[in-house]
Every structure is written in C-alpha cells, then in structure tokens.
C-alpha cells in the first residue's frame, strides 16, 4: 500500500465518521461542526483525485459561506432540543427505509464505476499522461454538454434571490420601513424648525405676612 492509497483510506474513514456524527450529534452545533469536518475531508479525497478547482469550490463556497451562515441561525435560534427529539422513534422506521433506499441506489450507480475492462484502463492511462486541466474540462462540460441545465439552474437562483429581496423590502404593519426616496428628496428645513420664545422671567415674590398678623388670624 502505497501513501496515496493510504491518505484515501485515512480521509475517508475520517468522513464517514464525520457523516455519521452529523445525525447522531445531540447539539446542533456541533452537528454542523462536524458537517464542516466533513466537506474538509471530501476536498482532501478530491485533492487526492487531483480535481483541485472542486476541492477549493467545496471549501470556498460551503465551509466558507453555507456553513458559517447555517451556525449563525443555530446559534441564533436557540432550538431546543428536547421538543425536536419528539416523536423521532415514530418516524424512525419511514426514515431508515428511505434511507436504506438511497444507499442502494447509490451502491447500484457507484458499484457500475468498479468494473473496468482492459480498454477503459488503457484509456485511462493514456488520458492521464497528458497534461489536462480538469478546470479547462469542467467548463468546457458544463458550457456545451450541460448547458441548458445550467442556464435553468442560473435562472432558478435568479427567481430567488429576487423573491428573498421582495419578501424582506414589503411594508409590514410590525415593522419600521423608510422610503429611501423620501429620505434623498428630504431638506434641512423639514428636519429642524427653529422658533423664537420670549425669555423666561423670574417668578415675582410674594409678600411674606407678619406674626401680629398670623395671630389676628
């Protein structure tokens, strides 16, 4: 067994064990740790692959920007735990079945990957001894072959973000909203009015009565 083989062996124990803590974790931070722990060892496998651009895409874009923004609402939800974990044995049996379905249609797709005839292995190693760019060949994939599934997809993203900015920019009655327009056409003179006021004088002093007169009262 050589080193790579080894580092293969080494980071994919590591992420099963982080895939499965990510379901059995009682605390959802942790959880999501162990997520980040993940995606840190599927780039190491793809590094190992030598499909670089993907592993800095996985860490860039999901230990760097998802996962953060998925510990920011848990921490600042403050979920509990004990009203989650209600009702999980109910649901347990449809779930493991689903579960166990999607691992053997897994197994069925990757298992086809395993067995190589003698001509895919020459391709193969013809195909890696030439200098190829597996980022020059991604992008020429994704812009002929899956072109039109990736211009949906662009379009589907477009609809959400415009449809997030929508939900957040409508006037609500609970909520504070200021027009931008009304505060760019605003003058000086609407914000402060000055007035003048007569001075303030002192309060006259009473006379204070005398005590013969308190006693004649």
Do not use: C
């Not at 953060?68 to 848990?74: A, G, N, T």
């Not at 600042?76 to 166990?100: C, E, K, T, Y």
């Not at 003048?196 to 002192?202: M, N, Y």
């Amino acid at each position: 067994m050589d080193v790579k083989t080894a580092l293969f062996y080494a980071f994919a124990a590591l992420l099963l064990f982080a895939a499965l803590r990510v379901i059995t974790a009682r605390n959802p931070v942790h959880a999501a740790l162990f997520l980040v722990l993940a995606f840190f060892q599927a780039a190491a496998i793809w590094i190992l692959l030598k499909a670089e651009f993907l592993a800095i895409a996985l860490v860039l874009v999901y230990v760097g920007a998802v996962m953060v923004l998925f510990l920011f609402v848990v921490m600042m939800l403050d979920i509990n735990i004990d009203s989650v974990r209600q009702g999980f044995w109910r649901h347990f049996p449809l779930a493991g079945g689903i579960g166990a379905l999607i691992a053997l249609e897994m197994s069925a797709v990757l298992l086809g990957g395993f067995r190589l005839t003698d001509e895919p292995k020459t391709l193969a190693a013809a195909q890696a001894a030439l200098p190829v760019s597996n980022t020059k060949e991604l992008g020429i994939l994704l812009y002929t072959e899956y072109l039109y599934p990736l211009e949906i997809a662009a379009v589907i993203l477009l609809v959400a973000i415009i449809a997030a900015i929508a939900l957040t920019l409508r006037q609500r009655k609970d909520s504070k909203y200021v027009d931008p327009a009304d505060q760019v056409r605003v003058k000086a003179a609407d914000r402060m009015e000055i007035r003048k006021f007569p001075a303030t004088l002192p309060a006259a002093a009473q006379p204070t009565a005398s005590p013969s007169q308190e006693s004649k009262a």
